[in-house]
């Protein structure tokens, strides 16, 4: 298999199985916990396919000569890791099913988990927005459409993410995630207790459900990624 096409068919894997973490009953709370630990692994083989680029950008990293475009993606990148070191670790934390026998203090460890996975939509959603032109470059390679109706299609398609992604900012549990610092009934620690074997009642796929919020944290990733391109191109 050529390198690039690798590269896209884990990206999107990656992006969906992302997506559907949102949830603990997406699947069921095994297929979290697991599904969890088996993504951060494909995150880790994502940055080995890129530790060319890694090693270069960071050897550079104080030249003045380096683009600043470079030195964005290297933070974001930077940042990406730390989210997903915190969540690995606070998820191992507060596990119900795999991991049981590590204790911590879960009010702490569950706030961490919840705000560093808000975090980590908005700095993928970056993230992708930084390589749009590169996905775009697949996705036009291989849907042959007319100029005219390939550039209509885009501009609605964009629009209907705004509209979803903002919507689903406001209406989904991604605001709480992210004001889980300052929220007075995290740090009282009421609905944060570990509740062992909790959440464990449904156990099936139901693909309309899996959908559902793979399409609503999706939107809202993909609302970060237009807004970062558009800034991009203006700047
Ligand atoms: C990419 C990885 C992950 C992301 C983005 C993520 C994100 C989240 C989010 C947003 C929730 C809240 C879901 C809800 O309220 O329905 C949650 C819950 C949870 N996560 Fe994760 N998670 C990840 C990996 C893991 C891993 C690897 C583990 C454990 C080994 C784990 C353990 C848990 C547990 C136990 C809960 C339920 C907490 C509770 O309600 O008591 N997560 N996760
Ligand atoms: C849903 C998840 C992700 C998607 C869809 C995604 C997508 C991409 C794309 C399209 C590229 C450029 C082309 C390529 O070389 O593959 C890229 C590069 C890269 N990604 Fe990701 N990525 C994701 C998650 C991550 C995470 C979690 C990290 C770090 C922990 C990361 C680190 C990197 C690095 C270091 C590069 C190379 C440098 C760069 O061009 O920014 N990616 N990613």
Do not use: Q
């Not at 930084?130 to 398609?157: D, E, M, Q, R, S």
């Amino acid at each position: 298999m050529k390198k690039n096409r690798f590269k896209l068919i884990l990206d999107i894997i990656m992006m969906v199985m992302l997506f559907s973490m949102y949830n603990k009953k997406t699947v069921s709370m095994e297929y979290h916990e697991i599904g969890g630990l088996f993504l951060i692994g494909l995150f880790l083989i994502h940055n080995i396919v890129n530790w060319a680029w890694i090693k270069n950008i960071s050897l550079r990293l104080t030249d003045k000569k380096l683009p600043t475009r470079s030195k964005i993606c290297w933070i974001i990148n930077f940042l990406l890791l730390v989210s997903f070191i915190l969540i690995a670790i606070s998820g191992i934390m507060i596990s119900k099913t795999v991991l049981i026998n590590i204790t911590g203090d879960i009010v702490l460890w569950k706030s961490i988990h919840y705000f560093a996975s808000a975090l980590a939509i908005i700095l993928i959603g970056i993230h992708i927005g930084l390589h749009w032109n590169y996905l775009k470059g697949f996705v036009t390679k291989k849907v042959k459409l007319p100029a005219k109706i390939g550039k209509i299609l885009g501009a609605a398609l964009i629009a209907f993410l705004l509209v979803t992604g903002v919507y689903n900012t406001i209406n989904s549990d991604f605001s709480h995630w992210i004001a889980t610092p300052f929220e007075d009934n995290i740090k009282e620690g009421k609905g944060l207790r570990r509740g062992l074997n909790a959440g464990l009642e449904e156990e099936t796929l139901d693909p309309g459900k899996f959908s559902d919020i793979v399409l609503t944290y999706g939107s809202i990733t993909l609302l970060f990624a237009i807004l970062t391109k558009e800034i991009e191109k203006r700047t």
